[in-house]
Nanobody, 126 residues
């Protein structure tokens, strides 16, 4: 099994940047699809972006240009860099990983993932 722990959240002002980290333990995630989701207060969970085991990324259309997902397989880590933050970005950010085996579900869907972190709160003030 895999445990995922997010870190790096906090309170920032509009226009500032944050980098969230997702640390995996239990086994390597080097062959796993990794994704980020977020859930804003009073709203449903939404897809943010994903990164494949070999580094290909895909982002939610409205976030392209402001976010970058990266990973360091040697350290069992994934990152979410967010720039020019807006109040609308306020949410609990959750990292996820699939099982590292054949996965026919799209990475944009929560159904593609097996393991989930507890989430890190990002609050962006006006």
């Amino acid at each position: 099994q895999v445990q995922l722990v997010e870190s790096g959240g906090g309170l920032v002002q509009t226009g500032y940047s944050l980098r969230l980290s997702c640390a995996a333990s239990g086994r390597t995630i080097s062959r796993s699809l990794m994704g980020w989701f977020r859930q804003a207060p009073g709203k449903e969970r939404e897809f943010v972006g994903f990164i494949t085991w070999n580094g290909n990324t895909f982002y939610k259309d409205s976030l392209k240009g402001r976010i970058t997902i990266s990973r360091d397989n040697a350290r069992n880590m994934m990152y979410l860099q967010m720039n020019n933050l807006e109040p609308e970005d306020t949410a609990v950010y959750i990292c996820a990983a699939d099982a590292g085996v054949r996965n026919l579900r799209p990475g944009t869907s929560a159904q593609a993932y097996t393991y989930w972190g507890q989430g890190a709160l990002v609050t962006v003030s006006s």
